[in-house]
């Protein structure tokens, strides 16, 4: 499977602290994405990076991409209540056609 | 914004029954697609259409058709539903066929057949 796969599983902070979490895929790609789904609910795109780029930056979150190790890292910085969500990376099918999605970081932030 | 809404947030179904999952997007988008999301395995999409009538298989289409009739409106339809179906449906628009681009959600349908 194309699937991306998130490390951890789950993870729980306290706010203020940062959350690290962090995606491999397997074949190569030009673009891969990280979403947001709040409980229940759709996902919402949070940031794009390309993969001639190696860090990118929006507001308190941080995406690296390495592409010789396949592999990308979402940092949300200062932590708030706010950010408890599950956070999904997606790349391209090989098509370009659609997202193949991994299967997700649940991150739980306590105030 | 771009909206996209689904006709329910809930549904529950028997065995056997033909079920319809409608979303619409307001925005002109090109591209619509269905996933299903259950715990443990992320989102797998079902089918994509990129065009009016047009429509291509996703990862997991067995036990399921869809419809696209109208640019905004894209259906899926499970035609005898079983239990192993009952999960959380997700609609997505995407503006035209580019890897580059972001795809926008509904809020999701959660499905039970019993």
């Known amino acids: 499977s194309q699937q991306g796969e998130e490390d951890p599983q789950a993870l729980s902070i306290q706010e203020g602290e940062n959350a690290t979490m962090n995606c491999s895929y397997k074949t190569s790609i030009n673009n891969l994405q990280w979403y947001r789904q709040n409980s229940g609910r759709g996902l919402v795109h949070l940031i794009l990076i390309r993969s001639n780029e190696r860090e990118k930056h929006s507001g308190r979150l941080r995406v690296t991409l390495d592409t010789s190790k396949k592999s990308s890292s979402l940092l949300i910085t200062a932590s708030r209540a706010a950010d408890t969500a599950s956070y999904f990376c997606?790349?391209?099918?090989?098509?370009?056609?659609?997202?193949?999605f991994g299967k997700g970081t649940t991150l739980s932030v306590s105030s | 914004d771009v909206k996209v809404t689904q006709s329910s947030r809930y549904l529950v179904k028997r065995t056997g029954e033909k079920v319809f999952l409608e979303c619409v997007q307001d925005?002109?988008?090109?591209?619509m697609f269905w996933y299903r999301q259950d715990p443990g395995l992320g989102l797998r999409l079902i089918y994509f259409?990129?065009?009016?009538?047009?429509?291509e298989k996703g990862d997991i289409p067995e036990g399921y058709s869809v419809s696209r009739e109208k640019k905004e409106r894209f259906s899926l339809i499970l035609e005898s539903a079983s239990t192993n179906q009952t999960s959380m449906y997700l609609c997505a628009s995407q503006g035209h066929t580019s890897s580059y681009n972001e795809q926008f959600f509904g809020p999701g349908t959660r499905l039970t057949v019993l």
């Open positions: 259409s990129y065009d009016v009538k047009m429509k």
């Open positions: 997606a790349t391209p099918n090989q098509a370009g056609t659609a997202l193949i």
């Open positions: 925005m002109d988008h090109e591209n």
